[in-house]
Each structure stands twice: as C-alpha cells, then as structure tokens.
C-alpha cells in the first residue's frame, strides 16, 4: 500500500509555493519601432537568474515575492533596466531598446593611422588562452530548441513527387520542431557528457529532439559548427595570427554596468576563406567577449548553406568568470527547389564551475537519454520552458500532435498505404517501387528495370529479379526486424536458371546485433566483391567488346553473424559451402560491330590458360574490428556508435576445410587493416586505409579464393580508399604468403583553391592521393592522383598516373558522382 499522507503534504507545499510565494512576470521586448526583438536577454540584475524571448520577442520569468530590477539585452541595443516589486499577481513588464549609442569622443584616428580596433583585438587574442581555459571544467543545465521551416518547395524531384503527408498543400510550413533540456558537462581538454532530462519532437511521441548544447567558443583558434559545414572549420576573429586573415574597424564604446565595451567590425581580408563577418563586442581592461553577432556566407566555403548567423551573449558569474547565457544558430540554404531555413536556441542556466564529479562519471557514452525523457506531458513542458512558445511553433504543435493520433487509425494507415503504394514510371525503371502496409509493419521492395535487366557474354541477355520482405518487430527504435530477399536469375543465351533466398534478423537492445543465412544457386563474380556493376560491365560489353566481368555459377548454402561488445569492438563470423561451377562465354552479340574484337574467355587468363574444374569449397571466416574510444549515444532502448578520434583495427581470418561435405579445397589466410581520417583543420582532412595479409598455408587454392586487389578499368571511380583506379581487374591476384597495401588520399577542402580566381568562385575542391601494393620486388604497384572535387557539389574528377615495378604504366581520368564508389550486388 502507499501511504497518500506524505504525497499530500508534497503537493500543497509545491502548490504553496507557487502560489503564494512567485509571481509570474511577462511581457515583450520590442526596438524604437515596435518590431520585436528575438530570443533577447532578460536577466535579474546582481544575479545569475533570468530568461531569454521568443523569436516573437516575447518572455516569461517566475520570482519570489520581493523587490527586482530586470535588465533587457539584444546584442547591439542599450540595455533596459526596470524596477519591479513581485506579488501574487501577475505583471506584464514590456522593454523598448534603442539602438546602442557609441563613444568615439576619445579616440582620435590620423590619416594612415592603425585604426584603434587592431589594439583592441590584439589584447584579446593575448588573454584567449586564458579565457579558452580559465574554466577546467563546469556543469550546467542547458534548453534547447531546434526548427526548420520551408519557405518554398518543389512539386517533384527526379520524377518523384515531394508529399510531406500532413495534409497541408501550402508552401511554407514547419517541417522540424524539438526542445530538449539537459545537463552539459565539461573536463578539459576533451571530455563532455550530455544527460537529457526531458526532449520532445513535434508529431513524433516516441521521438528524441536535438540534444547538442555545443557552445561555439570563439576563444578557439579553430571553430567547428556542426559536422558537415566546412571539414576546415573557420578561424576566429580573436584567433592566434587571425588579423592576417581579418580587418578590423572600431565602431566605438558603450558602457553597462561601469564596464567600457569596445564594438568592433570584423571584415575577411579575402573572399573565399573560412572567415566570418559581423560584430565582436570586448570589455575594455578585462579583454574578453562580451557579445556577438556573426555570420557566414557561402564564399566563407560553406557546404549546404548559403547563409549562417550566429548571436552569442556572455554574463557575469562571479568575480571575473563569465559564462555564456544565450547562443542561437540561423542557418538557410536553398537547393534543387528547397528553399529552408531556422533557427538553434540554447538557453544556459544553473551554471556550477566546481562540480564533484565521480570517478568514471566521463565514460564513452558521451550523450544520454534518461527512460521517459520524451513521455513528459504538456503541463510539465509550461512549467520548464525557460521561453514562451512562438504562435507559429503552438499551431505546429498542435496540428503534428493531431496528425499522429490519427495515423493510429487503421483506416489512415489504409488511405496511407493507398497513396504511398502508386507504381510510377521512374519507380519502374530508374528507383524501384516500395510497397508498405503500415498497419503491420511490414514493407515490400523491387528492384528497378536499370538492375533488373543486364548482359554479358556468359548469359547474354539476363533478367535479374530481387525483391524484398521486411517487418519491423518493434514499434519504437525499429532495430528488431527481420527481412527475406528472393532472387530469380535467367540468361536468354545459356537458358541457365538460377534462384536463391537470403534472411536475414537485425536485433540488439544496446549494441546493434545480426543474423542471416541465405541459399540457393546463383552467379557470382571471380572476385566476390564484384569490382564491377552488371550496369557498367552491359554498357562496355555491347559499345566497347570489353567483357570484363567474369563469373561462375555456384550451389550454395551460407550462415553469417555479426554482434557489437561495445568499447568500440564488433565480432563477425560465418561459414560458407559453395558447389563451383565454371561458365563460358556463349554469345558474342554487341551493339555496334564495327571492331570484331573477340571477347576473352570467361575466366581471369592473367591467372590461368584454362577455367577451373567443378569443386567444393567448405569455408569458415571471422573477423573482429576495435576503434578504441568509441563513443555512444545511449537511448533508453538502443545505443548508437558514432565514431571516435582514433583508427579503426581490423583482423579477419579465412580457412577452407577439406572433406567436409566433399570440399577440396584446403588454405588459410588473414588480413590485418588500420584506417582513419584526420580532420587537419584549415589544413584539410588526410584519409588513410593501410593493411597486410597473405596466405598462412595454401594445399589447395582456387581462382576466387585468390588474394583480389579491388581493380578498376571503367570511366567510374571506384571505392577510393580500398580500390585502384587504373588496374586490370586480375592481373596481381595472387597465393602470396605477404603482401602490403595502402590507399591515402588528402581533402584540401578549399585550401589553394581559394587562392585561385575560378576555382574559388566555383568552390571546387583541390584533392590528390596515392594507391599502392607490394608483393615482391618484381610485383609492386603504385597510382598517384590529383583532382577535382564538389564539382556542382557532387561531382569528383581525378587525373591518375600508375607505375609498375617504378616504371611508368598508364595514364587515365575517373569520375565520381556523390561519392559514390562502383561495385556490385552479387553479379
């Protein structure tokens, strides 16, 4: 039983409290001509306590009964002081800021003088050190609310029409909408944890919001904001040598609280660098960032946004500690039709610069989601909201909230089934069709015509049909599901039929977890990494009479796990029995026969005057990869690996076993791997994938269980860390016991292109690497490349030089679109 006595006496204190204790005080903060100020500051004067607007410029703040002054700030505005007396009636407090009035009265600038501004700024870049570290660690509770909103959209992209499926038909909508509160803490150098306490997405009750209270120091050398906006991040106005990079104007002073505060302009010295532009306010004497208001542009060689803003504002703590009280993002961007924007709040508060953390508080779980974070109701979101919901974000929520409780209804998910379920053209030929029924979980896939039909000159043409069953087992993280795959195989020329099935369970309540199996009869390539599409290899067998794919046929029958342990460890295993069987060429029909070239025979002649023989291969492998401090994202059902500032190690092990269910073949080989890519800042981002490996014993070996370097003789770019762009498919396949082999490639990401007219004002991106392998001293093989990448954003063009055994071999051009590499499905 449980006891309502002590329930009772809890309720009446908290409700005690409130209501006779606080007032609610509320109001707008406005400019000279009424139009309002976003997300301003509105603080209690002597004290840490205070609020931030809406972007309506609205704001709330609870007090105690008592006396106050409440200090109004917008960054390039005088602040507002006003006095209130709190009782237990509500009060609206409205401020109306004027523009912020400077000081040049002392300040005499001569002709061809230093303008005062470069004194200014160089006293602040000698006290950044200081203040970047000043705190070796802190604790704070963090608000933050994210939204995204499309002020345009098109009505189709690449065929397919754009449904956001709420309904609404109009142009502009809100399309992201989430808060989240948090405690934010911090180790220096390099440790931080997130513990989300409440989060919530519009339309999605199940959902978790954006929860990354970074604050973008500026008191860094190098600034990061985001992952994806510039590899180089952008140098701070106040960096270490940052007046090579910027000019300075001072634009006067203004005085709060008895502190001077020096307004200054910053301006890039040169278009195309990672630069910023905007305001930078600094305390006179104490040197440090008092404001700011900066923005990036797209020649700051930003990618994805035309235009980002960011505001900053710093209060005082105690006694020379300041901390950061407001932060808030705008990016926008317009591409293929989208034309978005938004904004990113974070509101501090309850900041703790001595916090006790516990041994083993900091551990790789660097962002955690408390269970029932986003079951919090309503009420609870009016109580903790530090700012008042715009009109705008209630319509939205209300609307998405509506919208959700009616996708539970069964006849919904029906005329949702019906709507998402239409065949189209482009779904036929280019994309594949998708077929749900929401109602259970369950989804359907086809292929489309472009990777269903092919030609070789084994099969001539070929009629390729896959599909795909899936269910989701769960009905929140969708991790547990379970999927089925058919695959039916005919060629027109060597009338061969081949069918095969693969299952496959994907499960794992903290670490992500798999299990298949598949059977059947089906083609495979020589290199079962398939280097080359059966696209690619259709267009140059019928336009170029070059066959380069090489298959054989095979029963089969395969099982296959792979688990995470966590700590950055994941395990992976598998055995596989294969009935080979070898395949000619049975047709040499090309398009155009204007050259009569006799195609090669369908087998690797590099290796071998003659096909293999029928045989069996029984063949166990496993492997294990470790990417020390691996950090997560701990959600209260899954975790999520999300990388870590050291390599990847991979270790794999592969044995054929001879006499079981009659295999022949019998050989051991193993491959060790290290790879990682180094964000160098301004200096670019170096990527490296280096590995060794050879066969332990090889009694029996045949063609496809050779050691295949991933070769390429296509106009296509294939996989640039793993693959050489320039080599014949199976010219260096190989028994060997030892071999190295190495890819490095450096992504100047702007850098020296920047210095060059076009090309910076193109924002194409110089990149340039090296692929190598080493057999023995007569079988050794280089590429060197250098190119062009970001080319109308996903276009890469690489110039590639190959030598063998040091001496020049060939030359030729490759071309990528989006990244991405070239390589089959099982062809």
């Excluded at 910027?246 to 005085?255: A, D």
């Excluded at 489309?448 to 043409?461: A, D, M, R």
Aim: aromatic letters at 16%.
């Amino acid at each position: 039983m449980i006891s309502m006595r002590p329930i009772l006496i809890l309720a009446f204190f908290l409700l005690f409290s409130t209501t006779i204790f606080a007032g609610r005080i509320s109001g707008i903060v406005t400019d000279e001509k009424g139009s309002p100020l976003p997300y301003a500051s509105v603080m209690v004067k002597g004290s840490p306590k205070g609020t931030t607007a809406n972007n309506e410029g609205r704001y709330f703040i609870e007090l105690p009964s008592g006396s106050f002054v409440l200090v109004a700030q917008y960054v390039g505005y005088a602040q507002q002081d006003k006095s209130i007396t709190i009782t237990d009636q509500p009060d609206i407090v409205n401020f109306q800021l004027s523009l912020q009035q400077l000081s040049l009265a002392e300040v005499v600038v001569r002709p061809g003088a230093e303008d005062p501004a470069y004194e200014i700024i160089r006293n602040a870049i000698k006290k950044r050190p200081y203040y970047l570290n000043q705190l070796d660690k802190f604790q704070c509770e963090v608000y933050i609310k994210g939204q995204l909103q499309l002020r345009n959209y098109p009505k189709k992209i690449l065929g397919q029409t754009v449904d956001f499926e709420d309904g609404d038909t109009s142009k502009k909508k809100m399309v992201y909408l989430s808060e989240t509160v948090a405690t934010y803490s911090v180790q220096k150098p390099n440790k931080t944890k997130i513990e989300v306490l409440s989060t919530k997405v519009s339309g999605e009750r199940d959902g978790f919001g954006l929860s990354q209270p970074q604050i973008v120091s500026f008191y860094e050398n190098n600034i990061s904001i985001g992952r994806n906006l510039n590899a180089r991040g952008f140098v701070s106005p106040i960096a270490n040598g940052a007046i090579h990079f910027y000019k300075y104007k001072y634009e006067g002073s203004f005085y709060e609280d008895g502190k001077e505060i020096n307004k200054i302009r910053v301006i890039p010295r040169r278009k195309y660098e990672p630069l910023f532009s905007g305001t930078i306010n600094i305390i006179e004497g104490d040197w440090r960032i008092h404001s700011l208001q900066l923005q990036l542009l797209k020649e700051s060689q930003m990618q994805f946004l035309d235009t980002l803003r960011i505001e900053q504002l710093y209060v005082p703590l105690e006694k020379d500690v300041w901390v950061i009280k407001s932060q808030v993002v705008y990016p926008a961007a317009k591409f293929f039709g989208f034309d978005g924007y938004g904004s990113f709040v974070n509101i501090y508060s309850k900041f703790d610069v001595n916090p006790p953390f516990e041994p083993g508080f900091f551990n790789n779980t660097f962002l955690k989601f408390y269970d029932s974070s986003n079951k919090k109701s309503a009420q609870y979101w009016d109580t903790i909201r530090p700012l008042p919901l715009q009109t705008e974000e209630i319509t939205d929520y209300r609307k998405k909230d509506s919208l959700e409780q009616a996708r539970k209804d069964p006849r919904y998910l029906d005329s949702l089934d019906r709507k998402r379920n239409k065949i189209s053209i482009g779904g036929i030929l280019l994309f594949g069709e998708n077929f749900s029924r929401a109602k259970k979980r369950e989804f359907y896939s086809i292929n489309p015509l472009i990777q269903s039909v092919g030609y070789n000159t084994v099969e001539g043409w070929n009629l390729n049909l896959r599909g795909s069953y899936s269910k989701r087992l769960d009905t929140t993280n969708g991790r547990n599901n379970i999927f089925i795959s058919p695959w039916l195989r005919y060629g027109f020329s060597n009338h061969h039929f081949n069918a095969s099935v693969s299952a496959g369970y994907n499960y794992g309540k903290k670490y992500r977890s798999f299990a298949g199996v598949s059977f059947g009869k089906r083609t495979y390539q020589f290199n079962n990494q398939n280097p080359i599409t059966s696209f690619d290899n259709t267009i140059t067998t019928l336009f170029f009479e070059r066959n380069y794919m090489k298959l054989y046929e095979a029963w089969f029958g395969r099982v296959n796990f792979s688990k995470g342990l966590g700590g950055g460890v994941n395990i992976s295993g598998g055995i596989n029995w294969q009935d080979r069987l070898p395949l000619e060429n049975s047709t040499e029909w090309t398009i155009k026969d204007y050259k009569r070239k006799v195609f090669s025979p369908n087998f690797p002649i590099e290796l071998s005057p003659n096909n293999f023989k029928r045989h069996q291969a029984f063949i166990i492998n496993a492997g294990i990869s470790w990417r020390p401090g691996t950090r997560y994202i701990e959600y209260p059902e899954r975790t999520v690996n999300v990388g870590s500032r050291y390599p990847t190690f991979t270790l794999n092990y592969t044995q054929a076993i001879n006499n079981i269910f009659g295999a022949d073949l019998s050989y051991a080989k193993y491959r060790f791997g290290v790879s990682d890519a180094l964000n160098l800042k301004l200096g670019g981002t170096f990527r490296y994938n280096f590995s060794a490996g050879g066969f332990l014993f090889k009694d029996s070996v045949e063609l496809p269980d050779y050691t295949h370097f991933s070769g390429n003789q296509i106009l296509l770019a294939t996989d640039y860390l793993s693959g050489f762009q320039l080599l014949p498919y199976y010219k260096y396949s190989n028994t060997k016991s030892f071999y190295l082999e190495g890819h490095a490639e450096h992504h100047f990401n702007g850098l020296l292109t920047n210095k060059i007219p076009l090309f910076r004002k193109l924002n194409w991106h110089l990149v340039g690497g090296a692929n190598s392998f080493y057999l023995d001293k007569n079988q050794h093989y280089t590429e060197v490349f250098v190119g062009f990448e970001n080319i109308f954003r996903i276009i890469r063009f690489d110039w590639i030089w190959s030598f063998e055994k040091g001496h020049p071999a060939n030359t030729g051009f490759r071309i990528s679109i989006g990244g991405l590499s070239r390589g089959g499905s099982g062809d």
